[in-house]
């Protein structure tokens, strides 16, 4: 059994988290220099130049991209033949977000429900965890701000509503927010599992690259329609009116029960934050 | 695309120039306060008090920027989603704030406030808070420090790059955006 210390987890996590912070990724900036040619709208075609003069400054002057540097969203996987040593492995998680935070002079933006109190040190970190085969741990940090998350629900749908009903859901979502979610966005749609299954698809869905079709092509062509369909409502760029206003949808689905059909729309900003490491 | 220049405090006059869609560089100085801020500013109202600035002629920008590096002004400062504070915007406009700085659709009764007391409400692009950091000259808290990035911080800002949302007029750029757009 391969043995990993929580030390190199820790300090895996923190440099993801500044880095995803601080570094857009190559494919974003891809997909904005895309949708520049794409917008049909002067105003558009001047926001998606801000967004991508804000990337290049983010960059080279080591700042946040965006000031809602998120909750600190990871996916880890856990290879069946690892033994970590040294501590929890949740709470080398934390530790490394808590370091990322402080070090990287990145907002804290965690707080209780109610009395609103801030955490100081944005953990809790939301930690999904899967067992994998294999003896390494591949950690993907997403993290993810308010303004677009407040945009994602789980419907119940019935069974008859089929391909239809999901279209028209993910087409409310997108509505209701509106300039909100600050477009051009991503979004990820969950269909199928349970209740639960579909909010977690919905969001592992925003981590397939922009431009990447899902692998069965009827599910592919579902994506497809679904962004023409989104990008034909006219919001665009920040919500002032324009052709672009995603950036791409990505599905993820599972067999569901025979009664149900469930369905959960997560949505990205255009501020796609996000890095992995394997170690 | 074009860009007007206006400056604080704003007075009617440069208002009244302003049309929705349009882009403008404000220089000047401006307020952040978001949530909690706006909570106390009411209590504050409330209990018959003054707040911690004149609202008169001002500008209040809805952002918690994140933490300044060492040797910097202020972290990322892009906006917040402004719909949060519907509640509390009309009361403040009453009071002759001039201007609100933020993302996201209004309510109609803020709306009508801006008809009411010529008032405009700015759009800075969500998501580009390093860019937007680059036009803040100074930074100073004046209120509620112990609400950290929720605090009201007074901001020296040159060029800052704003889109005009609703104007005086009754325009609103995400409606007329939209039906330009919509196929």
């Not at chain 1, 909100?180 to 969950?190: K, S």
């Not at chain 1, 899902?214 to 497809?224: K, L, V, Y």
């Not at chain 2, 009361?91 to 009508?112: F, H, T, Y």
């Amino acid at each position: 059994m391969r043995e990993v210390h929580t030390d190199s987890i820790i300090s895996a996590v923190e440099g993801l988290f500044i880095d995803a912070n601080i570094n857009l990724s190559q494919n974003v900036f891809d997909a904005l220099d895309q949708a520049i040619e794409k917008e049909e709208s002067p105003v558009g075609k001047e926001v998606i130049r801000e967004l991508i003069n804000n990337a290049n400054i983010a960059k080279a002057e080591h700042m946040p991209i965006c000031q809602d540097t998120g909750l600190a969203v990871t996916f880890v996987e856990v290879g069946q033949d690892v033994h970590v040593v040294g501590g929890a492995l949740t709470e080398a998680i934390a530790e490394g977000v808590r370091r990322a935070y402080k070090n990287g002079y990145l907002r804290k933006s965690c707080c209780d429900p109610f009395s609103r109190k801030n955490t100081g040190d944005n953990t809790p970190p939301i930690i999904h965890t899967h067992i994998v085969p294999g003896d390494r741990i591949k950690i993907v940090a997403l993290p993810k701000g308010g303004g677009s998350e407040n945009y994602g629900e789980v419907r119940m749908l019935v069974p008859s509503q089929g391909k239809e009903g999901v279209k028209s859901f993910v087409l409310d979502m997108v509505t209701k927010g509106g300039p909100n979610p600050c477009p051009p966005i991503i979004v990820g749609v969950g269909i199928g599992g349970n209740f639960e299954t579909s909010a977690l698809l919905s969001k592992e869905a925003l981590m397939a690259p922009i431009g990447q079709r899902n692998p069965d092509p009827a599910t592919a062509a579902f994506e497809m329609e679904i962004l023409d369909a989104i990008n034909k409502t006219g919001i665009g760029p920040q919500g002032y009116g324009g052709t672009v206003t995603a950036l791409d949808v990505h599905i993820k689905m599972l067999p569901c029960h025979i009664a149900s059909l469930p369905a959960a729309v997560n949505i990205q900003c255009h501020a796609h934050r996000i890095k992995e490491i394997v170690i | 695309m074009e860009i007007k220049r206006i400056q604080t405090p704003l007075d009617e006059s440069a208002i009244e120039k302003l049309k929705a869609g349009e882009k403008v560089f404000l220089s000047g100085f401006i307020f952040t306060a978001r949530d909690s801020a706006h909570k106390r500013f009411f209590e504050t109202l409330d209990k018959g008090e003054d707040l911690p600035f004149d609202m008169r002629n001002q500008i209040i920008y809805y952002c918690g920027p994140s933490p300044a590096p060492p040797g910097r002004v202020i972290g990322s400062c892009g906006p917040t989603t402004s719909g949060r504070m519907d509640a509390y915007a009309p009361r403040l406009v009453s009071l002759g704030l001039k201007g609100m700085i933020g993302k996201g659709k209004r309510s109609q009764a803020v709306k009508d406030s801006l008809k009411q007391y010529k008032a405009i409400y700015f759009g800075a692009t969500g998501g580009a808070g390093a860019l937007l950091a680059r036009s803040v000259v100074s930074s100073e808290v004046v209120a509620y420090e112990d609400l950290g990035p929720e605090a009201v911080v007074k901001l020296g800002v040159k060029d800052l790059p704003l889109f005009v949302i609703n104007d005086i007029y009754g325009n609103d750029l995400y409606e007329a955006g939209i039906q330009k757009y919509r196929r």
